[in-house]
């Protein structure tokens, strides 16, 4: 297992990090996913850590909550070192009917805070991250109660997941304007199959030095080794949930390329796209999910897959992005200017 620092922050964490949204019984959205009682997950915890990975990611609303007092009673029960984990939750998302059960309000946000580190069994998580985006309530709001957070010890670092780049730059902004705690993390959807945030959220990163934590980083069992083609979706995760969405024509191609590189080395497909992740700069950690001894194994052992440039540079051309203005555009005023600027000079 290698360990990469968070972005620019201090905080190191492993290249994988176990994703707890299979932990949990309670019917909720997300039980498609879930499923697993305390004994489960707390085996799945057990092969993590043996296996070098530091860093535990959950949410509130993971069944309902129970994901973190499962990965909680996991820590308790097996004897692990808090000190030696990185843990990391979520709020935004709804854990209730009233008004106020959903979003980054100071009164949400200070509320799921204190329910969450109850649920977890401890008086602190390393990495407290703002799930998705509340239109109702100013970032400015957010990014008090989350710096308030911090200072009262709750929380180390602060995160923030699925938003857009102008919404993250716009905080960090603000942030720096108020001198308040900043982001040091995105938690963002990125496979092979699915480039998006190539587009704006990876030059924002690098720009501000934000770290990269990958979700559904096999595109929700697409990428798994399952599929095949179109036709070929009989069994899976996404027969009964099709998420997240991606170019079909795309991502089979780029399985059909995987294929062999796995062959070749007597792997699963899955350890490819993973391995593919790994490759990327911009990525701090990348979430790795469930529910089997067997699968977290396979996933694990993509640590120790090489891909060679012609494997990279073949997944690269087959899964790039339609260009789009005004990448377009910049690309060709900016190729003008690049001709100006002599190569560094290199060591023969």
Not at 15 to 22: D, F, N, V
Not at 218 to 242: C, I, M, Q, W
Not at 323 to 339: C, I, N, V
């Amino acid at each position: 297992m290698r360990y990469n620092r968070l972005g620019s922050s201090g905080l190191i964490v492993s290249e994988l990090c176990l994703g707890a949204m299979t932990f949990g019984t309670k019917p909720s959205r997300f039980g498609v996913i879930a499923g697993l009682d305390q004994e489960a997950s707390s085996a799945l915890v057990r092969q993590a850590v043996d296996a070098g990975i530091n860093f535990i990611d959950t949410a509130n609303v993971y069944s309902l909550g129970q994901s973190e007092e499962f990965t909680g009673g996991a820590i308790h029960a097996l004897g692990l070192p808090r000190s030696e984990l990185v843990l990391a939750t979520k709020a935004m998302g709804s854990m209730g009917d009233g008004p106020n059960d959903a979003g980054m309000s100071r009164k949400h946000l200070l509320e799921q805070i204190d329910a969450s580190l109850a649920r977890l069994g401890t008086d602190y998580v390393d990495l407290y991250q703002i799930h998705g985006w509340d239109s109702q309530t100013p970032i400015d709001e957010a990014l008090r109660a989350l710096d308030d957070i911090v200072r009262s010890g709750r929380a180390r670092y602060i995160g923030v997941s699925n938003w857009q780049a102008w919404q993250i730059m716009k905080a960090l902004g603000i942030s720096e304007r108020l001198g308040l705690e900043k982001f040091v993390s995105l938690q963002a959807y990125y496979t092979v199959a699915g480039r998006d945030l190539e587009r704006e959220l990876v030059p924002l990163l690098k720009s501000e030095g934000l770290g990269l934590m990958v979700w559904s980083p096999l595109a929700g069992g697409l990428l798994s080794g399952k599929y095949r083609g179109s036709s070929d979706n009989s069994e899976g995760r996404r027969v009964k949930f099709d998420f997240p969405p991606v170019d079909q024509d795309r991502a089979y191609a780029v399985i059909e390329a995987m294929a062999p590189m796995a062959e070749a080395r007597g792997v699963s497909i899955a350890r490819i796209a993973l391995a593919w992740l790994l490759y990327q700069d911009v990525v701090s950690t990348v979430i790795v999910g469930a529910k089997r001894a067997d699968q977290l194994a396979d996933n694990i052992a993509a640590c120790d897959v090489t891909l060679s440039a012609n494997d990279l540079a073949m997944l690269d051309r087959l899964s790039a992005l339609p260009r789009e203005y005004p990448g377009w555009m910049l690309d060709t005023q900016g190729s003008y200017r690049d001709t100006k600027v002599s190569p560094r000079r290199r060591p023969e």
